[in-house]
């Protein structure tokens, strides 16, 4: 940093970044639904008991009533690094399964996938959800 001094402005004359290698995911995107927020709080007590199976895996996920069909919907992005799409798929099996058991309807948007992390940094600028989303921290 140069110039200013008493706190009054500076200029950055040099930056240093630290870079990372860039890895493969799996990814999906799950639409659960139930018709009554008994059932959809059955769904989020499976997924709290389901989501440290996952190793490292990371989730992005929200609930909303949607407002054509009145059903609650928990919609999940899950990202897999380093997992090879049986793998992931495997590990997602046992939480979907129990949230059809306990009722829900589970419908893939996205089935899983494999792709470059930096196009799982991008997927939502390529479709017609919008754009802007940081799904990858």
Request: with cysteine; hydrophobic share 40%; charged share 15%.
């Amino acid at each position: 940093m140069r110039g200013g001094g008493a706190g009054s402005w500076g200029v950055v004359t040099s930056a240093t970044f630290k870079t990372f290698p860039t890895f493969d995911v799996s990814f999906s995107l799950v639409l659960i639904s139930t018709s009554n927020a008994q059932t959809m709080g059955e769904v989020a007590t499976l997924h709290a008991k389901h989501m440290f199976d996952w190793g490292d895996a990371g989730q992005y996920y929200w609930v909303q009533t949607n407002s054509t069909s009145g059903l609650l919907t928990m919609t999940t992005s899950t990202f897999f690094p380093r997992a090879s799409v049986d793998d992931a798929q495997k590990a997602m099996d046992p939480w979907l399964d129990a949230c059809v058991a306990a009722g829900a309807t589970v419908t893939p948007a996205v089935e899983m996938t494999k792709m470059s992390i930096n196009d799982a940094l991008t997927i939502q600028d390529d479709n017609t959800y919008g754009t802007g989303f940081d799904w990858v921290l």
